[in-house]
């Protein structure tokens, strides 16, 4: 409320952006990107437009922008900020480019595991991993004597014992909101149990005793959760988890940093990270990675231009300085206490996830079909049998099967 | 009609009384709500005792709290407001507008109101409670914690006033360009009885129960390589419609139209046709009669169905998320971004903020137009 | 008028309609009959993709489109004349469904189940938006002068407010231990999760509807009450009509254009209702007819979209609409054709 503290700080704000760009070359070409809006995207492409004539749009719609848009020619964009599903429809539409010219040019400081090969070709560069993981609080499980649970009948156990103790509202938190969420869920346990999703003909497969099992696992786990799980995505349960609410979830390795900062949790140094907990053939998860790729029909010049500057964005620096925003690739990234439960996950032969096109039909369907489940309006096997039949309406319309 | 007669028993007085109570109440709650919360820090704002949202504890402890005199001082000052803003600022309005420029005028008069208030809020008072306040003692000491820094994070560091100017554009250009279109259609309507006014009028009705996620995903493409199919015409200079702000006010007009014509049409229908018959004898072509005669006439209506386009235009989401670009996105986008980011708690809040900015220049726009709003659907508008 | 003044009166309306409206609802109509697909070719492909430390590296056959020579994707379209409707409606399930008298099993096919909400959504809000709108005019026309403006004031806060924020608010307000979810808990004495059953989500979304849309009838009815016959009810009062009797002969049917008038317009907004399920995240428990349209046409992360089906869906709420409004309209044209 003070007029001065308001006045001074507008002035801050204005000598903060005169501050000298710490780009390595200066950049003349117009470079615009396009990509989702979280944080490790805010940090990056602030640093890419250091270099200057860049436009970073982060936009929440940009699954929906991209395709089309790179599609366009001469392409809106230059730079794209995708996942491994979001590369597939640039990907097979051929709108993004090969980048091995590029990268034996300015990606000197790349690490191999950074380069995402499609047919042994570059395509995209990766800057970080991310996967679900087990999240719990410590001080809680040491009070009650409960080990860390490794798979799914020891979290069940353990949430049981929790929920008798009643030390916690609910004992369990899940990313559970019907669409995208609640599907990622399915794939995770099916992907735990072993189980594959499509066929060689892209007929679907999770119709079986691996299906089932996953869909009891889930049912099984929303008894010890808040009852509005259908509604609750990773912002919701990250604040059950500052809040003291829960005790233990399956959550994104990526909002592993909100549970220490002080500004807003409650349980700053108690939350603990452990790897997903084991299906019957690996650990309840899928490895997901986020990157860039370059528009294919643009210049050449232009590309050199974006490549470059996006080499700037995805430097040491810029990982130094938020080095608990996400599970880097880049190098001079220094993995905490935090990241521990996304490695040992990785360690477990947690798998990728299968991105493909038919596996885009897949996830909509199953995060459409599988809510039906657990209210109780079907059964399993009825449940799964629909979300097959959706499938292949979808994929028939879509023209993958006959 | 003698008094006596329509005089109401007591008891139907206390009945309707109470029920207009219960329903401001219930009208406003929400937007009080989050006006409050948006007042908070993150923990106060989402406490689920409501005294902690409303004292605001946490944020009080932080040395963020207006003390009863502030609280009286404020009370006072947004009573004048709205005083002047309900009593004053019509009449100054009518008395300094050229005839026909009535709507720029009131367009001027709420932006000035609208920057006298945030002058008031932020500059004077702020000054005044700092005078006095370390004079008053006990009544200088903060009690109820409200804070602005959110605001000032939404529109400072997340550079919202870009969204703000961009919002003004849009909806500038979707109330003139709307209102110009459509109250030509609605008098041409109004005045010629055929069958075929009839059938626009109904399909019209059928455009607008049209669902626009299907219309505004079918822009999409088109518009995104609108260079390439524009070029036979347009030669070098084709522009690519997605991102551009004229893009989504065409799209938008559109999307308005049916219920812009019918509205004014209506309107129109109420102004006696010997009017303009009067003026056509005297030898006016269609056109000069209107402009002579219903122009000077029409400004109830033309200001009640600009508000409805103000409304459309400024709270639309489906199609200012999917065919603006980030750099030139409208507020409403804007904030639903804000809410799908990765947010933090913190971050909320700051939505919480942004929330209640856009919902600001509803509330000043409510309050000088509310009496026009009234007298322009009781001159008709609405008539089925 | 001469048409040719009428043309130029109405002509620029017209054309932003034609370009902007009618031009996609003739390529909706018409990719409804179609399906436009790529054609696929199968491929081996090695994809790496990054682990902890090394990178994992897998073998598959993927399905990918083809490419023409300016690497554009090559599709054709075929017509399918009604299938995408069969795939929207799913009819031999829903006999099924029927022939077996198993309502529960008709909710669980999607098309059913978001007619179903949206007809009961629209129906049941109707008259309470209708009758709560007439109340509060009333009692504006009723309450004093000089409270009349404020009341007002305040009365169309929740018509203007961005339904977006408004849903953002109900949603603060009611998730979890939200205030007014601690305060219901506390009037009842129960613990309450109001989102996490259908019935509760259903009632809250007709609850903000209501909130809505209730003020635009009631400035639209005030507005006629205005204009109310003071002669007829002079007359009225002076044959001993009672308040009730003076309301139900004078007041209600001079309203009537004005009550035709909201109802269209509420059932146009109400049968696309979409903000209510996106904004009360409800797509587990109930769906609407817009939501589903939106679904089918929202590409998944793989970029497919079912662009026929979303087509048949967005035809098929139109003709539902349409029927809903018939009655309405008919009187509308006995009214055009009685002015002129």
């Known amino acids: 409320m003070k007029l001065k503290t308001i006045l001074m700080a507008g002035v801050m704000s204005v000598a903060g952006s005169i501050v000298a760009a710490d780009c390595a070359f200066e950049n003349t070409v117009e470079v615009r990107s396009l990509s989702a809006g979280f944080e490790a995207w805010k940090a990056v492409t602030d640093a890419m437009a250091e270099c200057g004539n860049v436009e970073a749009n982060l936009d929440q719609d940009f699954r929906e922008k991209q395709p089309e848009a790179f599609a366009a020619n001469p392409s809106l964009y230059h730079i794209g900020g995708v996942a491994n599903s979001t590369m597939i429809p640039l990907l097979t539409s051929g709108s993004i480019r090969p980048l091995d010219d590029l990268v034996a040019k300015y990606g000197q400081n790349l690490t191999p595991n950074q380069k995402i090969t499609v047919d042994g070709k570059i395509m995209a560069i990766a800057m970080m991993v991310n996967n679900q993981h087990l999240m719990f609080r410590e001080d809680i499980l040491n009070d009650l004597g409960i080990a860390v649970p490794g798979t799914y009948d020891e979290v069940l156990a353990a949430a049981e014992k929790i929920k008798a103790a009643g030390v916690v509202d609910y004992p369990l938190g899940g990313t559970f909101k019907t669409g995208w969420n609640l599907g990622e869920e399915f794939i995770n346990m099916y992907l735990g149990e072993g189980g594959s999703f499509i066929d060689g003909n892209n007929m679907p497969t999770i119709n079986n005793e691996k299906g089932i099992k996953s869909l009891e696992t889930l049912k099984a786990l929303t008894a010890y959760m808040d009852p509005e799980y259908l509604v609750s995505d990773s912002t919701y349960v990250q604040q059950q988890f500052q809040q003291g609410k829960i005790a233990m979830a399956n959550l994104w390795a990526s909002r592993g940093g909100a549970m220490d900062d002080e500004a807003e949790s409650q349980v700053v140094g108690k939350v603990k990270m452990a790897a997903a907990p084991m299906g019957s053939a690996a650990p309840a998860s899928s490895i997901w990675w986020d990157g860039i790729v370059i528009a294919s029909n643009i210049t050449d010049e232009e590309a050199e231009a974006a490549f470059r500057v996006a080499m700037e964005g995805m430097d040491e620096e810029v990982v130094k300085a938020n080095n608990d925003a996400a599970v880097w690739l880049i190098k001079g990234y220094e993995p905490g206490p935090l990241a521990a439960g996304a490695a040992a996950t990785a360690q477990k032969g947690a798998k990728p996830y299968p991105a493909s096109g038919p596996m885009g039909i897949m996830h909509t369907s199953l995060g459409n079909g599988i809510s039906d489940y657990l209210t109780g309006a079907k059964d399993a096997a009825t449940a799964l049998a629909d979300i097959e039949a959706a499938y292949k309406t979808a994929a028939k319309e879509s023209g993958l099967i006959d | 009609m003698t008094a006596r007669a329509l005089q109401q028993p007591t008891s139907l007085k206390i009945a309707s009384g109470s029920f207009l109570a219960i329903w401001s109440v219930i009208a406003a709650f929400p937007i009080f709500w989050i006006t409050v919360m948006s007042f908070k820090s993150p923990v106060d704002a989402f406490d689920s005792n409501p005294l902690n949202v409303i004292f605001g504890p946490e944020t009080v402890a932080k040395g963020n709290g207006l003390s009863l005199f502030d609280i009286v001082f404020g009370v006072v000052l947004i009573y004048f407001v709205i005083r002047l803003c309900m009593q004053r600022l019509p009449a100054l309005v009518e008395r300094h507008s050229p005839g026909g420029w009535l709507v720029l005028g009131w367009i001027i008069a709420a932006a000035l109101a609208g920057v006298a208030v945030i002058f008031l809020f932020l500059g004077v008072f702020p000054v005044v409670s700092n005078v006095v306040n370390p004079l008053l003692g006990p009544l200088g000491t903060a009690v109820l914690g409200a804070t602005t820094e959110h605001y000032y994070t939404v529109w400072f560091e997340r550079g919202f006033a870009n969204n703000f100017a961009n919002s003004l554009i849009v909806t500038a250009g979707v109330v003139t360009v709307s209102l110009t279109v459509g109250t030509l259609a609605g008098y041409g309507l109004a005045r010629s009885g055929s069958v075929l006014a009839f059938w626009l009028l109904i399909i019209a009705l059928i455009f607008r129960a049209l669902p626009h996620s299907v219309l505004v995903a079918g822009y999409l493409p088109v518009f995104i390589s609108s260079s390439e199919w524009l070029a036979p015409i347009l030669g070098e200079n084709a522009p690519t419609l997605y991102g551009k702000p004229i893009a989504v006010i065409a799209v938008l007009v559109a999307i308005n139209q049916p219920f812009t014509i019918w509205m004014l049409r209506s309107f129109f229908s109420n102004i006696p046709a010997d009017l303009d018959e009067a003026a056509r004898v005297d030898g006016c072509s269609h056109f000069k009669a209107f402009r002579l005669v219903i122009m000077p006439v029409m400004w109830p209506g033309v200001i009640t169905t600009g508000l409805f386009s103000f409304l459309l235009a400024y709270n639309d989401f489906l199609v200012t998320s999917l065919l603006l670009d980030a750099s030139n996105q409208t507020m409403v986008p804007a904030i639903a971004g804000m809410f799908n980011r990765e947010t933090t708690t913190t971050d909320q809040v700051v939505a919480v903020a942004a929330a209640v900015s856009i919902t600001a220049p509803l509330f000043l726009l409510v309050m000088v137009f509310q009496r026009q709003i009234v007298s322009g659907l009781t001159a008709g508008a609405v008539k089925g | ?340």
């Open chain 3, 1 to 340: 008028m001469k048409f040719k003044t009428f043309a130029a009166f109405v002509g620029p309306s017209v054309l932003i309609m034609l370009i902007f409206i009618a031009f996609p609802l003739i390529s909706v109509f018409w990719q409804s009959f179609n399906l436009t697909q790529p054609i696929y070719k199968t491929i081996e492909v090695e994809t790496c993709t990054p682990g902890f430390l090394t990178q994992t590296c897998t073998l598959e056959t993927q399905t990918i489109p083809e490419l023409d020579e300016h690497g554009e994707v090559i599709t054709e379209t075929t017509f399918v004349g009604l299938q995408s409707y069969r795939n929207v409606l799913e009819l031999d399930r829903f006999w099924a469904a029927v022939s077996e008298g198993a309502w529960s099993k008709l909710q669980t096919i999607d098309f059913w189940k978001a007619l179903r909400f949206t007809l009961m959504f629209t129906l049941v809000t109707l008259p309470l938006v209708v009758g709560t709108g007439l109340l509060i005019a009333l009692c504006i026309n009723n309450a004093s002068r000089a409270i009349r403006g404020p009341v007002i004031f305040i009365s169309l806060l929740p018509f203007v407010v961005t339904p977006v924020i408004g849903a953002l608010s109900i949603n603060w307000l009611f998730r979890g231990d939200g205030i007014l979810t601690a305060f219901l808990e506390w009037w009842t004495a129960k613990d309450l999760a109001l989102f996490a059953q259908a019935w509760t989500i259903e009632l809250m979304m007709m609850f903000y509807r209501v909130w809505h849309v209730a003020p635009f009838a009631a400035i639209i009815f005030y507005a006629g009450l205005q204009t109310v016959n003071q002669d007829s009810l002079e007359s009225a009062v002076i044959d001993g009509a009672s308040r009730w009797q003076r309301l139900r002969l004078i007041i209600v049917p001079h309203l009537m254009p004005l009550i035709i008038f909201v109802t269209i317009i509420h059932l146009m907004d109400c049968y696309r209702a979409f903000e209510e399920i996106v904004g009360f995240s409800s797509q587990g428990y109930v769906i609407s007819l817009q939501w589903l349209t939106y679904d089918f046409l929202v590409p998944d992360q793989a970029g497919n979209r079912s662009v026929s089906r979303a087509s048949a869906s967005a035809m098929l709420t139109m003709i539902g609409i349409a029927i809903l409004l018939v009655p309405l309209l008919k009187r509308t044209w006995r009214d055009h054709r009685g002015t002129h």
